[in-house]
């Protein structure tokens, strides 16, 4: 599911394809802290990320409730799993 996902993000976000990005696994807009859990990801895989993040919760909407955050967090990487550690 990944590979699938990284392949048509990487077809719709062409200028931002093969580029590495730093990606908050909680994101700090939703109240991740800003030395929180990061990883690598192809830029274009990461602007698919945060448009479904920014789609079930706008940035200026507020906190999220912890509850709230959980279902954003298992919505949002069901759809687009962060891709398997490196050396594994």
Do not use: C
Request: aromatic share 12%; glycine share 14%.
């Amino acid at each position: 599911m990944y590979k699938s996902g990284l392949k048509d993000a990487q077809k719709a976000y062409l200028g931002k394809a093969g580029v590495d990005e730093a990606h908050h696994v909680t994101p700090v807009y939703l109240g991740g802290p800003r030395n929180g859990l990061k990883t690598n990801l192809d830029g274009a895989y990461h602007q698919r990320i945060t448009n479904e993040f920014r789609g079930l919760w706008a940035y200026g909407k507020g906190m999220p409730s912890f509850e709230e955050l959980r279902e954003i967090l298992r919505r949002v990487y069901g759809k687009f799993p962060l891709p398997p550690a490196k050396g594994r």
